[in-house]
């Protein structure tokens, strides 16, 4: 697996769900996007920016007020930081023209970082909920470059109609899935680590919105697994929010409270907030 250096202060967000019914998820993420220009060296988000991306030439044709907002917010991000976009099991379809449009790179999934605070595997994450195997059917179909490039090729209003459907049909599976089957498998997230090789002891995802930090060991090495937050605002009792940052002190995992994110929707401002936690000998890292 190649290396990809980034070096200084690099954050990390994905779960987003940015979409036309989020206004107030949007407004405290756009926040989160102006504080990480100013804070950070590098921003990486690692997949489901989007609630759903059936193409860029739908998306950056005629962008509709609320995505001609993240776009431009990304392109002010983009504008003083290096930005790279993963992609995830929404928005899988996100291509080179969205990237060039807001001065991004696209990112390999999994990617193994070199940081400073050593080697750390990044990924998106729905590639290691094993348990269900029927979202594992249907991911090794929508992942196929020429499933992808049929799909591209249809008109755009066949498009949003399949899409439609896929989520619709994914919401209601879900709901008789136990969280054991939606949740990451062990034994995946062992290979992932083994296979990036025995330098490697911490690897970070998304996609299970059950954010957290849990040990483990592999081959006999200690190893951290860390869940970056979703984000949501707009559709929850509870709002949620949060990133990892990773520097010379180590891997950080932040949770706004639900004041903090209210807050940072309302005037869209984002204050610095120290690390609930860190990398190194926390006490609290719950045993897989």
């Known amino acids: 697996m190649n290396r990809l250096p980034i070096p200084g202060r690099l954050w990390i967000a994905s779960d987003v769900h940015l979409g036309p019914d989020s206004p107030a998820t ?3 993420f ?8 100013a804070q950070a060296d590098a921003l990486i988000l690692a997949g489901d920016l989007f609630d ?15 995505l001609r907002a993240a776009l431009n917010a990304l392109q002010q991000v983009s504008a003083r930081i290096p930005l790279w976009l993963g992609h995830g099991n929404r928005d899988f379809l996100i291509g080179p023209a969205l990237a060039r449009y807001v001065g991004a790179r696209l990112l390999t999934d999994p990617a193994l970082l070199d940081t400073d605070a050593g080697p750390v595997l990044l990924a998106h994450g729905d590639q290691y909920c094993l348990a269900d195997r029927n979202y594992q059917r249907f991911r090794r179909i929508v992942r196929n470059r020429g499933v992808q490039a049929a799909y591209l090729a249809l008109p755009v209003a066949a498009r949003r109609r399949i899409a439609a459907w896929a989520r619709g049909r994914s919401r209601s599976a879900n709901r008789y899935k136990t969280q054991t089957i939606m949740d990451v498998t062990p034994h995946a997230i062992a290979t992932a680590l083994r296979e990036a090789g025995p330098d490697v002891h911490a690897l970070i995802h998304g996609h299970t919105h059950r954010p957290g930090r849990h040990a483990l060991t592999v081959d006999n090495r200690a190893c951290e697994r860390l869940v970056l937050p979703d984000w949501d605002l707009d559709h929850t009792a509870t709002p949620r929010g949060g990133w990892v940052v990773i520097d010379t002190e180590g891997l950080h995992l932040h949770q706004p409270d639900a004041a903090t994110l209210a807050e940072m929707a309302a005037v869209d401002i984002l204050p610095r907030l120290k690390s609930v936690d860190s990398y190194c000998a926390h006490p609290g890292i719950e045993p897989e």
């Open 26 to 28: 949007a407004a405290a």
């Open 30 to 37: 756009h926040g989160f996007l102006r504080q990480a220009a």
């Open 52 to 66: 759903a991306w059936t193409g860029d030439d739908i998306g950056l044709a005629s962008p509709e007020p609320w």
